[in-house]
């Protein structure tokens, strides 16, 4: 169980492996994989403190992968800032080059944005 933010809701596993959000307060659940905008808070802690918190768990099997590709295409900077510093600490860039190499080339972002992208593009592709 990882608390999303300091209130919950909660990121769960049941017990067939299926991963959801589960309300702090009413109890109910959500598949993780339908819901990415509500997991974009964990990206605001660092990729070691989240590894932390599910130490027995393949971070391929959860819904993480497809958190930081969701980050990467977000409104505004800060998300895709974000996900860019998890990628820049070492999270996997492998299933995000694609969306490197639009935000390279994106005048949408800032300058910024889009050279940080360039060089986590450059030095894996």
Known sequence: MLAINDCGPFLVQDSVGTWLIQGAADGSSYAAGDRLVWLLPLLERTPTDVRAALPHVS??????????????????????????????????????????????????????LRHRALRLWRAAA
């Open 59 to 112: 971070l391929d099997d959860t819904p993480l992968p497809a958190l930081v590709r969701f980050a990467l295409t977000a409104w505004g900077e800060h998300w895709p800032a974000l996900a860019l510093d998890w990628l820049e600490s070492g999270w996997p860039i492998r299933d995000s080059l694609d969306v490197l190499a639009d935000m390279k080339d994106s005048h949408a972002l800032s300058q910024l």
